[in-house]
């Protein structure tokens, strides 16, 4: 009998191995758990969809040829300008942090990912009364010089441009997180060839490393492009016709939810090119690391001028897109802030953590569950519910909302009528009267965070832990909560985290959605600044970034302890 490596028989003469009982029959459940989740998170996809061929009664024409071509102008520069501006802004500063030594950079390392936790928004808010005509630059500008009102010209911030600056000094710390995690990863070896073979650090940057990187940069500039498409905040306060403030205005100013539908598809198809548009780029071409020793990384020494254009280079986007913001937010607020500060800012505050902690345990929750059970039982069936659940992320908060509220006033009028005859109650608004749509509408825009997170960690995890834990007579929900889940809390908690911050910054979906007088600190702080009350709405909008701080530090610290083989990559 011939023998294997490892000291037994070949494969072919031994019993079939198969699964154990428990495994298949757990893992069936939750497989068809993962299919109905994923079933339901669908729903606002294929609403809107099956809306496109729906006779609209002549305003879908009236839109066509009065706005439709500025709403797809307008969403085309924004792509475009948002997209060079993330790009430069996100991969020159995940590269500097990563491979250089310059004065600050451990602090810059973390520091670059705050302006993530400023909606876009707040900081279009921030800069409109900085900037205006009545703010400190322009009054102190005026008071230096001598100028009149109209002896000199100055900037509009609300303008396409002002938009496309604001959206880049929030969304590049997606490309700057993603390509820093990418540029860890990667081995020195591959960068000592390239030296080897005459090129310079530049060359080896641009033929070597982000090449390499490519995958990475494309998922945090997609994930970037599709906040830009999303946005509602930022452009509806600059006057910037979009496909999403078309959706707001065609659902509440027109009333029409089938043309409001039909604008919600042409928008997912934005969408769909944007994530499609990078992977047939690619074509065939594969990014692997063919070896498997990771050295400490090089940290280039820079001094002088060089350093000085480092520390430039990355402070820049920070100052911009954190520090100023914020500094200029908790001036507002001492200042003349909201004077609804107390029982009725501490209503909304309540509101507002009510919808995020619900909403991000249910989607870590759902997230176990759905990344458990392709763990048991792994199937094209399983993989494919989990990638349908998380495609929610990749649709405007209008898009769902208009999605969610078509079907879910369907049932609630059908259930209500039924119940009438039946009973002779009346059940109301069950659903679209409650907070419970507009949970389930963040369940399908953020699911995708949390599952990412748990499906990365629960694949660290040896598989053969889980026959250790059924040798001494675990189950799969036992294993799961006495072996993974310890082993993922820290994963568990970042996933909830990040859940968290995105529904309190999360403002079109909670615009549309939010059952009558249910207000939350989001939709505060945008009534305010559309009163044109931006110092009042600088109480709400200091909340909503105070929130985002501490996720976004911590995320920050575990992706520098994330390269193989070191806590860091050089001291």
């Known amino acids: 009998m011939s023998v294997t490596a490892q000291g037994l028989p070949p494969i072919d003469s ?25 079933a339901l998170l669908a729903i606002p996809v294929i609403s809107v969809l099956a809306n496109v061929f729906v006779p609209s009664g002549g305003v879908w024409q009236h ?28 991969i020159g500063t995940a590269w500097l942090i990563t491979m250089c030594h310059f004065p600050g950079r451990r602090i810059f390392e973390w520091a670059l990912i705050l302006p993530l ?52 000094l929030v969304l590049y710390p997606y490309v700057y997180l993603l390509a820093r995690a990418a540029f860890l990863e990667q081995s020195v070896c ?35 492009l599709m906040e830009t498409i999303a946005d509602f905040g930022t452009v509806s306060f600059f006057g910037v016709q979009t496909f999403t403030t078309g959706i707001v205005r065609t659902w509440f100013s027109m009333g029409d939810r089938v043309a409001a539908a039909q604008l919600s598809a042409v928008l997912l198809t934005f969408v769909l090119v944007v994530l499609v548009l990078e992977r047939t780029s690619r074509g065939r071409a594969r990014y692997f690391h063919t070896s498997g020793r990771y050295q400490r990384l090089p940290g280039y020494p820079l001094s002088g001028w060089r350093a000085a254009v480092a520390m430039a280079f990355c402070f820049l986007p920070l100052a911009l897109g954190f520090l100023l913001p914020v500094a200029i937010l908790v001036s507002m607020t001492l200042r003349a802030g909201d004077n609804q500060f107390g029982a009725r800012f501490a209503l ?21 569950v759905m990344a458990y059970s392709v763990r048991l039982r792994p199937s094209r069936l399983g993989f494919a519910a989990n990638r349908i659940a998380a495609m929610g992320y990749a649709v405007p908060g209008t898009v769902i909302a208009v999605g969610v509220l078509i079907p879910f006033a369907l049932f609630d009028n059908a259930l209500d009528a039924w119940m009438r005859a039946q009973v002779g109650v009346s059940t109301g608004l069950l659903l679209t009267g409650s907070i419970a749509a507009l949970v389930f509408a963040y369940l399908v825009r953020f699911l995708a965070v949390s599952l990412n997170a748990v499906e990365a960690s629960l694949g660290k995890i040896k ?71 931006l110092t009042e709405s600088s109480t709400a909008s200091l909340a909503i970034v105070a929130v985002g701080i501490l996720p976004l530090i911590m995320l920050s610290r575990a992706i520098a302890r994330s390269r193989p083989g070191a806590a860091a990559p050089f001291p």
């Open 117 to 168: 936790a400023v909606p876009a928004y707040v900081m279009a808010y921030v800069y409109t009364d900085f900037l205006q005509f009545s703010g400190p630059v322009q009054s102190l500008l005026r008071d230096v010089t001598g100028w009149g009102p109209r002896d000199y010209w100055f900037p509009d911030i609300r303008s396409l441009g002002g938009a496309i600056i604001m959206l880049t």
């Open 463 to 533: 598989p053969s832990m889980d026959d250790a834990a059924r040798s001494l007579g675990h189950g799969p929900g036992a294993t799961l909560v006495q072996v993974h889940a310890p082993l993922m809390w820290g994963s568990l908690l970042t996933a909830g985290l990040m859940v968290f911050v995105d529904v309190m910054k999360e403002l079109p979906a909670t615009l549309i959605m939010r059952p009558f007088n249910f207000d939350t600190l989001a939709v505060q702080a945008y009534n305010l600044a559309s009163d044109e009350r």
């Open 63 to 90: 839109l066509a040829s009065t706005v439709l071509p500025r709403y797809v102008a307008n969403t085309l520069w924004l792509v475009l300008g948002v997209g060079t501006g993330v790009l430069i802004g996100g």
């Open 348 to 368: 909304l505050a309540f509101n507002s953590f009510t919808l995020a902690a619900v909403t991000a345990i249910l989607a870590v929750l759902l997230a176990v």
């Open 14 to 38: 031994q019993p079939p191995v198969r699964a154990a009982p428990w495994r298949r029959r757990r893992g069936g459940i939750l497989t068809w758990s993962a299919l109905v989740i994923a």
């Open 190 to 224: 591959a960068l000592e060839v390239s030296r080897t073979l005459g090129c310079g650090p530049w060359a080896s940057f641009f033929r070597v490393a982000l090449p390499l990187a490519r995958p990475a940069v494309a998922a945090g500039t997609s994930l970037a």
